[in-house]
């Protein structure tokens, strides 16, 4: 009975889009904002970026005409991401996931619930953006929620909690990725640690 149990489960897990933990491979970041300064290779790019309380902390610079960003370098194919996260005002958050064209995909999050997008790379690239898949629900201000990710070949797939999922397939996705970002639009958001693992 265990045994039919788990393979049950197991098969529902692939089908709402996510990978069993058992394919997790080795660990590609293990970044904790525990300390006092940024760690390395983070990389503030735009607003202002500070660690408070054991997170890090995003905020919009209105002088700047552009949400604030921070970006790591990370080099993977299929990846599992966890991120806890706090909004504290700011309309939009991000993980951007990016390759040598560009920006190639992201997970955005507002007060409405959170999308999953195939991105346009660049100014001068002729892909159009595309919503791959997305799910409504409502974030509280203040409280902390855990967005887990998961880019495996072609599959993108975003889950909060037990009972928010979305999950759609895109043929542009199945390349190297280089690089991640934390976009924050507005005043501001909060994000505990980011780890992330390969997925074999």
């Keep these: ?41 983070w990389k503030a790019l735009k607003g202002t970026w500070k660690i408070v309380d054991g997170a890090l ?3 919009e610079v209105a002088d700047d005409k552009h949400a604030a960003v921070i970006r790591r370098p990370l080099k993977f194919k299929n990846a599992a991401f966890e991120i806890p996260f706090q909004l504290n005002g700011a309309k939009t958050i991000h993980l951007s996931i990016n390759d040598k ?28 953006p595309a919503t791959i898949a997305k799910h409504a629900m409502t974030f509280e201000a203040g409280k ?7 880019l495996n070949g072609t599959r993108f797939s975003a889950s909060i909690g037990a009972d928010h999922e979305a999950s759609g397939d895109h043929p542009d996705l199945g390349g190297e990725k280089l690089d991640i970002g934390l976009p924050v639009a507005g005043q501001s958001a909060s994000f505990k640690y980011v780890h992330a693992w390969e997925l074999n």
């Design 57 to 59: 902390t995003g905020t």
């Design 101 to 128: 064209a560009g920006h190639l995909c992201r997970v955005s999050i507002d007060q409405k619930g959170f999308v999953l997008r195939r991105d346009k790379p660049n100014a001068k690239s002729e892909v159009k």
């Design 1 to 41: 009975m265990r045994i039919v149990v788990s393979m049950l489960l197991g098969a529902a897990l692939v089908l709402c889009g996510f990978a069993a933990e058992g394919s997790r491979g080795k660990a590609l970041m293990s970044d904790d904002f525990n300390g006092s300064e940024l760690p390395k290779p």
């Design 144 to 150: 902390w929620y855990t967005l887990k990710v998961e």
